[in-house]
């Protein structure tokens, strides 16, 4: 295995650039994300929340319904669907009940746990409660 100067494989820099690429990629979509969810007259509250139970991508209210978002970025439909793993769906339950246990003001509010799937040239792929 070749290593460059710093001592550091060709395997592990391609890795790690890869990395930040999915990782641009899941921040434009989240960007995309949000302006459809602000169009379609929802009010963002988070962006990436951290809890200990780790993060959710977004958090919107519309009326008296908070959603807690999870958005995916993928190249079709079926690979979108596959990402959402069961232990993902639990984390972000657990992530959100960590968050509204500090926030009074929405304990009244119907709550959802929603997807949205980007795909390239299609709008967002909005699925309440498909968590």
Known sequence: MKTKGNG?????????????????RGLWAERAVCVVLLAKGYRLIAQRARTPFGEIDLIAVRGQRIS????????????????????QRQRIKRAATSW????PQFHEHEITFDLIF??????????VNGL
């Open 8 to 24: 550091q494989s060709e395997s592990s820099i391609s890795d790690r650039q890869a990395r930040q690429k999915r990782y641009r």
């Open 68 to 87: 807690f978002i999870e958005v995916k970025a993928r190249r079709s439909m079926a690979a979108a669907e596959a990402s959402v793993s069961n232990k």
């Open 118 to 127: 980007v795909l390239p040239w299609r709008l967002p792929h909005h699925i």
């Open 100 to 103: 509204l246990n500090d926030k």
